[in-house]
Nanobody, 123 residues
């Protein structure tokens, strides 16, 4: 069993930055590919970024490439998402996820989800 707890969300102006963290407890996070999804009001949950077990490979949705950076610290059992140049379209609840199978995470195969953290970007 793995428990995932996100933090770092908040309200930021367009063009600003936030850093999300996801602290994992239970089984060691190095056993899992990790990632971030987001869900805006009235929309489906969508993939944002993911990283493989070792941290050697990363994946991003096109809309965040060049602005967001995913990273992990397996020694600290923590996943990060650095978000720069935020715009109002990035407003959503951001969820941390763990998947033992796919490095490019898919909603249908995610084993563990965090409770989510709200990110609001004002124009």
């Amino acid at each position: 069993q793995v428990q995932l707890v996100e933090s770092g969300g908040g309200l930021v102006q367009a063009g600003g930055s936030l850093r999300l963290s996801c602290a994992a407890s239970g089984r060691t996070v190095s056993s899992f590919n990790m990632g971030w999804f987001r869900q805006a009001p009235g929309k489906e949950r969508e993939f944002v970024a993911s990283i493989n077990r070792s941290g050697s490979n990363t994946y991003y949705v096109d809309s965040v490439k060049g602005r967001f950076t995913i990273s992990r610290d397996n020694a600290k059992n923590t996943l990060y998402l650095q978000m720069n140049s935020l715009n109002p379209e990035d407003t959503a609840v951001y969820y941390c996820a763990a998947d033992p199978i796919y490095a490019r995470l898919r909603i249908g195969t995610v084993y563990y989800w965090g409770q989510g953290t709200q990110v609001t970007v004002s124009s």
